[in-house]
């Protein structure tokens, strides 16, 4: 048995319709206006990652973009949803790039990225007295230490620096220790007077340093001259340059190292750097830019790996457009070596010696059972 259809109300068609269009708005409508801004700010997160962060297109190139894909989705619907509030969804999208390859990126403002990098990092702190401080001074008749606790060129100053080079070569001492435990990286340049001290044979292959040329990236080269920061006459020579080819090169080669125009005085018979898990950024440059690749005297002593900053640099920074959030993130990547010698979730270098000591009791002006022990090891 068959029925006849009724015939439609002949305005049903546009109420459906309409009914249609308004649907997206009304659920939308339904939105807390919080999420709405969660959501917008961690859209601009990734995109602006993906645009300006020096190591992404390294990181994807090595094999992690599945992976990689998969987190920002799986964040990104417990921000649509509010299982997660901005504050959390940042920190697990950035300590997945700060945990496994590079701890210059990095989330600043927010007390919940502190409890983040404590789990990852270690707190000497709780260990001993760390306190570390400038000191240059005699271990015995055939050793000298420098500690170096800052590359910010305050604590010591760059001036302290040049005097402990220079005190080092009056000594009459055979052996070097340079000890940058606690040391969170700043101006590498500080390491200059030291240079030709470590250094003695040019690299086999010149360590480039590469700028990701990106519009907002380009205003970091802006706020170092507007803060006339730096060697001014290269850094605007840079950025013109970076205008010039905006669009055609997605990098500019920045600098490059290979040790040619360092001329070895005075060498010390054998150099040691003493490093941990705090010594960071430009603390990290002296192991990885300086003694390895252009000194055969020289090795690193610890007991962790260092804190996994020596890849990237010339670091800048962003806010999220609603919370009062900060980016951290390295402008420049030494491309070569990032993809040659980082593996995931291991950071950092390794000691070339594993002190087999436990931590000191005390580390701040003084001569510690660590230096002891490596004077010692030197002799041999």
Sequence with gaps: MTTSKQPLNPYASV????????????????????????????????????????????????????????????????????????????????????????????????TLWDSYVQSIHTDYTKVMEYNPQPVSCKVDEQTWLVRVPSCTGENPTAEWVQQAAKQYEE?????????????????????????????????????????????????????????????????????????????????????????????????????????????????????QIYAKGNSNRTKFYGKERTYGAELTGNVFYTKLPHADIYLVYPTCIKIFEFLKDSSFGKIGIEPDVHIPLAYPERLTDNIDEWVLWIAKEMKK
């Excluded at 990734?46 to 962060?53: A, D, G, H, L, V």
């Excluded at 003695?200 to 292959?205: C, G, I, M």
């Excluded at 080819?245 to 290979?258: C, I, P, Q």
């Design 171 to 287: 000594s009459g001492c055979e052996n070097l220790i340079i000890d940058v435990r606690g040391n969170g990286g700043g101006n590498d340049g500080i390491w200059w007077p030291f240079l030709q001290l470590i250094i003695d044979h040019q690299r086999e292959r010149p360590l480039e340093n590469f700028f990701r040329n990106t519009p907002h990236n380009q205003k970091y080269w802006e706020f170092l001259l507007e803060q006339q920061m730096g060697d001014s006459v290269r850094s605007l020579q840079f950025l013109e340059q970076c205008k010039q080819s905006l669009g055609k090169n997605e990098f500019e080669r920045w600098s490059v190292w290979d040790a040619s125009d360092i001329n070895p005085t005075l060498p010390p018979k054998c150099v040691a750097i003493i490093a941990d898990n705090q010594s960071a950024s430009a603390a990290e440059g002296l192991i």
């Design 15 to 110: 109420i459906i319709a309409i009914l249609f269009i308004l649907a997206p708005h009304c659920s939308f409508a339904t939105v807390p206006d919080s999420i709405t801004r969660n959501l917008e700010d961690y859209d601009f997160l990734t995109s602006f990652t993906e645009e300006n962060y020096a190591a992404f297109p390294a990181i994807m190139e090595m094999g992690y973009k599945k992976k990689y894909e998969t987190l920002k989705k799986r964040l990104r619907k417990q921000v649509v949803k509010g299982k997660k509030d901005i504050e959390q969804a940042v920190c697990d999208y950035a300590i997945w790039f700060h945990r496994n390859f590079d701890t210059h990126y990095s989330i600043e403002n927010t």
